[in-house]
């Protein structure tokens, strides 16, 4: 299989035909979590710890349960009680995760190039679950399986994502995978809502979700990231919605087969009416939970076969 990475840090150091193994071999783990025994030995014999410096439930239950389906040693760190609470560096965090011989290390952190620091001082396999407004790469990856599952490819299509696009890593990171694919990709939201220096991004902008949406074949809806914002950034929820909210109006400007998706958790009512958010003819976003787990698994199986092929040297 074409993939060659030691640790899974984000999108942008993957090639097109990386990310294709990735999703391929999901589409594997996708029938074996569907089937009546959903367990594989991937992982038998290695050990995985979960390390979440923020809290988090769709991922890390995600993360738990690929382990234990590839038959990893799985265990969960809590983070908010560690060491790092009572002073500890993250240096000195890695260096006391060496001594515990871990083979897989999967790390959400606050601090964007948190879990790229903490790769090059451990000797194991590092998966980054969202380091601050970097990455999330393995969101967008079952993004994509979940996309291409629904329409066939990746490639070429109209991809519309909205919402609070400054804050967000899952934007980030879907813009890159998918950029990565030729898709055409807009970006849709208030100007204090998206980053500085979008216009290089090789993106289109607009601030009006009608405009936006037209002719798009999927459109991604973004939570808004309060707990990252550190001033007035919209005039109240209600006025968000009313603008940026997708309703079935709005989402009637897309293709008449545009999917919805979300990351989750969602705002319904801010982000999303919730009608629209349980309509099975139209959202995915269910669906998104689901491919959560079988690209997780295949992320860390194809990890652990280099891991296999490749002696770990002792890193100061």
């Not at 007035?232 to 897309?254: C, T």
Request: with cysteine.
């Amino acid at each position: 299989m074409d993939f060659r990475h030691r640790h899974l840090l984000g999108i942008e150091p993957l090639a097109p035909a990386e990310i294709t193994t990735i999703l391929d071999l999901a589409e594997r783990y996708v029938e074996l979590n569907r089937g009546p025994r959903k367990h594989a030995d991937a992982l038998a014999g290695l050990t995985q710890i979960n390390m979440f410096f923020e809290n988090s439930t769709r991922t890390q239950a995600s993360f738990e349960l690929a382990g234990q389906r590839l038959g990893a040693d799985v265990m969960n760190m809590q983070m908010q009680a560690s060491s790092i609470k009572k002073g500890e560096t993250l240096i000195d965090t890695a260096m006391t995760l060496n001594a515990m011989h871990p083979d897989l290390l999967v790390v959400r952190h606050p601090h964007s190039g948190a879990v790229d620091l903490l790769a090059q001082k451990v000797n194991c396999a590092v998966l980054n679950a969202g380091d601050g407004r970097h990455e999330h790469p393995t969101q967008a990856l079952l993004d994509a399986l979940t996309i291409r599952r629904a329409k066939g490819r990746l490639h070429r299509l109209n991809i519309a994502i909205c919402g609070d696009i400054a804050h967000s890593r899952v934007a980030r990171s879907n813009i890159l995978l998918l950029g990565k694919m030729e898709s055409r990709i807009r970006l849709i939201g208030p100007p204090t809502l998206m980053p500085a220096g979008v216009a290089d991004w090789g993106v289109e902008v607009y601030d009006n979700m009608r405009e936006g949406l037209a002719g798009a074949d999927v459109v991604m809806m973004l939570r808004l990231q309060k707990e990252r914002m550190d001033g007035a950034f919209i005039p109240s929820e209600r006025e968000y919605y009313h603008r940026y909210g997708l309703d079935a109006e709005k989402l009637g400007h897309a293709k008449d087969d545009a999917i919805v998706m979300h990351p989750g958790p969602m705002n319904r009512g801010v982000e999303i009416d919730g009608t629209l958010a349980d309509d099975i003819n139209r959202s995915v976003i269910q669906e998104q939970v689901e491919m959560g787990v079988a690209v997780r698994m295949a992320a860390m199986d194809l990890l652990a076969r280099n891991l296999r092929s490749v002696p770990q040297e002792v890193t100061a």
